[in-house]
């Protein structure tokens, strides 16, 4: 079969999507990406995808863009002719769904997380619930990544019960992803991975540093991720130039390799507003690394508050000083115990083998080959 994947960046498929990519490869279907071209255009074709780019604004909430975005994804399905389109991200999904329906293609979308439309404004929430209930409507399969994403839908009627399907994220390579001993009795360094925008945390996670660093002045807190992402809530340049690793935060720059810096670290903390499948907790989980992350969505699906990890109140420099302060306070043999916790989960839980059968399960109910 001919597979097209889309996705509002082409490396989020060569970072949470391999797996799937390297089973419809192995099976022997063509596989197309078709996403705006960041630089993972070269791996992706080494990987054994075609290439095609989609120009799409991934920030703004313009209608003209929206439409402008639809037209050009039928153009490109029209002109690929596959057998089924795979999608990620919220635009992709919206205006993809419409476009494959105008040219009678199945589709599969996966609800990777609800964006800041959800986080914003209520005529925004409302606007957004519309693109979702007029766009899902005929779709045999929504895939979600937590049961929170899938019951807000459920309950707003943004689809119907026979449509829903759960994932455990986009997996996690348990080979790849082995679990480390922690550092030892060094200064506690706690560490966060993610993009520098407002919505993970970030602003939260300089605050609580501030607070925990008056009582434990050799507390570290690191953060690893890209600055200046193309997202409406991203932190300037300029505040992370300001940063003060004696007083906020140690800014590490990015890396496509996160596994050294997760076995350097004691605890891996994701204050955000909102998840999917936090593929950073899920990691470092894998790696037996103690967890600390908000009381939200996707995040309380990974941390299990006193077994895992712990759980603070979303938006609340205060209460994740107070988780930090709480984890710093705990045995070596606690936290060691937390560690060998959550590697057990991801064992249970998370294995990439889950996400590749419900996707292989999911095109022979649509295909019916």
């Not at 839980?349 to 399960?361: G, I, L, M, T």
Request: a neutral charge.
């Amino acid at each position: 079969m001919h597979i097209v994947m889309t996705v509002n960046a082409a490396w989020n498929i060569t970072n949470f999507r391999f797996p799937l990519v390297h089973f419809l490869l192995k099976q022997g279907h063509q596989v197309t990406v078709l996403a705006p071209p960041d630089g993972a255009e070269d791996k992706l074709r080494q990987m054994g995808c075609d290439f095609v780019p989609l120009e799409m604004d991934t920030k703004g909430l313009s209608p003209i863009g929206g439409w402008s975005l639809y037209r050009q994804m039928r153009r490109c399905l029209r002109d690929l002719a596959p057998d089924a389109v795979l999608s990620f991200t919220i635009k992709n999904n919206l205006f993809g769904a419409l476009a494959a329906r105008r040219l009678e293609i199945p589709f599969v979308p996966n609800v990777t997380g609800l964006g800041t439309a959800f986080l914003s404004s209520r005529l925004l929430q409302r606007v957004a619930e519309a693109l979702y209930r007029y766009c899902f409507r005929d779709l045999p399969v929504v895939f979600f990544q937590n049961p929170d994403d899938l019951d807000l839908f459920l309950q707003r009627r943004l689809i119907q019960p026979d449509q829903a399907r759960i994932l455990p994220g986009s997996g996690i390579d348990l080979s790849r992803f082995q679990p480390a001993p922690l550092p030892g009795d060094t200064a506690p360094v706690f560490l966060m991975i993610a993009r520098l925008i407002r919505d993970k945390g970030v602003l939260e996670y300089a605050q609580a540093a501030r607070i925990v660093k008056q009582q434990h002045p050799q507390a570290q807190f690191r953060i690893l991720g890209p600055v200046g992402s193309e997202n409406r809530s991203a932190i300037p340049p300029e505040v992370v130039a300001g940063w003060d690793p004696a007083i906020d935060l140690d800014y590490l720059g990015e890396t496509s390799d996160v596994r050294p810096q997760i076995a350097q670290a004691d605890c891996v903390v994701l204050p955000s507003y909102r998840e999917g499948a936090p593929r950073t907790l899920i990691e470092a989980a894998a790696m037996a690394r103690p967890l600390i992350a908000t009381d939200v969505p996707g995040c309380r699906s990974v941390v299990q508050h006193g077994i895992t990890g712990l759980l603070c109140a979303p938006q609340d420099g205060e209460s994740l000083a107070r988780s930090c302060l709480n984890f710093i306070a705990l045995a070596p043999e606690q936290r060691h115990a937390m560690g060998l916790a959550g590697r057990a989960k991801m064992e249970r839980e998370f294995d990439q083998s889950v996400v590749v059968e419900a996707y292989r399960a999911a095109l022979l109910d649509l295909l019916g080959r």
